[in-house]
């Protein structure tokens, strides 16, 4: 089936939702988040794209919509740890995901002026919290993974962590041969940094993620 729309309406609702996806995705990118500009560009892109075949297959596209914001809830949902403490990691990310799905739709039903101001309104939300976080506003808590090869040397990087940190969890993949201690690190802006630099340093460390 062949949309009803105008093929250059069609270019140009997956060109908005790219553009979109893409500034946000390596917003997160430079900023070392877990998850980068290709998922929020599929997310959103492929939101979109469904969004404009919907309104062609079917009557209620209504329902269909609802059916793509349940599925990315569930691809969100992936980006979500537990730790052993009860501690939930990982929420802005899903929440993030989940909001560009939604972006996605209504650049693909076409409705641009609504696109812009959510837009505008998520963009502002980041810009606020990286004002706050930069300026030392507040006291932060930072959900860190940090990936080794060796896990005799689990026990050094927990000294080199300040007594407010908490661990969530140890996970060991098989097929990487790799050990990797989720924890949160919480205090100001600088007192944190410190710590991931010294961290990033280690020779047994072979990356650092930070949420």
Known sequence: MVSTLPIAEVIIRILVAFTFSLLFGLERQFRKKPVGFGTFVFVTVGSCVLAIIAQDVSETPITLFGAIMTGIGFL????????????????????????????????????????????????AVIVIDHYFEKHGFGFYSKDVAVCMKDAAKIKDLEKMLPKNHKVFSYVFDNEKKEYTMHFQLSGEKQEINMTLNELIKQPAVIKVIVD
């Open 76 to 123: 969100g949902a992936g980006a979500i740890i537990k730790g052993g403490d009860k501690k939930v990691m990982g929420l802005t990310t899903a929440s993030a995901v989940w909001a560009f799905a939604a972006l996605g739709i209504i650049v693909g039903v076409g409705i641009y002026s609504v696109a812009v101001m959510y837009f505008l309104i998520i963009g």
